[in-house]
């Protein structure tokens, strides 16, 4: 491995967790249970967008004062559902087809809104690639088979007139996000599906990589439908006994996405404080392309089942076999 991969592996390395401790503004009625009287909630969010359109609502709550509120930023989705199965998490955030999966097995988490609305890029060195019959017997590496970057890259290539199975290799050989993005910047995958913020963190440490397709465009070139990609979802327990906390967070992260736009160089400075990304150029760089926009469940209703629909046409099991029923939704 060269030097530059060297040093932006131990750099995504150290991304993989971080835990902070921060406080929620006084004025809900706690829960008890922990023996100070005062409520403690989980928020378990994923590193990249989600994280950073929450990182207004995170600074706030470091410097406010009141009820205990744990958000531990996780690696990856299935960190987040072990802590939904565990029941250790009030809050989540997952991919919307993973949550589709979990409420279909029963697991009691309701949607209550999408906070990302397309981070997808295919992303390389190669640069032969300026169309899509251009990958006709490339190798694309992808992350983790099934998963919504799979089933989108693939939905896309049939849209396009390539046959995933056939006509393209996808390499299955990266499991998780960050060893992808190592790979596509250390030259060892020439193409790969990359997420932001890493898409914008390989593509400015390393000049030989460039942005091929955007995903959400290309998808929206096809499909007349928003990428309801992410779900911020609830504990059911939660949502139905403390609703005046559920309602703060929700205006909170709406306003946190918000902000975040607006001022995005203010943002990359708490995003690079909170140990989220390195440094303050690769995360407004990666702040546009991370199509942050927090809209709660019930205003964007039928575009959630249009999106699972066209996963579910694909193969049902993607969503766990069925559409979620009405009550799905938070209200």
Known sequence: MDSFASGTYNMLKKLTYLAITVLLISGCKGR??????QAEFTIAALKGPSAM???RLIDSLERGSGHKVEVQILNEPLQV????????????ILPTTMAAIMYNKGVRYKLIGIPCWG???LAGSDTTVKRWEDLRNKRIHVMARGMTPDVMFRYLLGKNGLDPD???VLDYSFPTHIDLANAVAAGQAALGILSEPLASLVTLKNRNIRIIFNLEKEWSLKENIEITETAFLGMESTLRHEPAMVERIIKSYRYSSWWVNQYPDSAATLIV???ILPDTAVAAHAIPGSN?????AVEVEDEIEDYLN??????PDIIGGKLPDENFIYR
């Open 32 to 37: 008890t249970g922990n023996g100070t009287g």
């Open 53 to 55: 359109g929450m990182i």
């Open 81 to 92: 559902r072990k802590m939904m199965l565990d029941g250790t998490a009030d809050f989540a």
């Open 119 to 121: 981070t997808l890029y």
């Open 166 to 168: 056939r006509d393209v």
């Open 273 to 275: 404080r909170y140990g």
């Open 292 to 296: 942050l926009r927090f809209v709660e």
């Open 310 to 315: 066209v996963f579910y046409k694909l193969n």
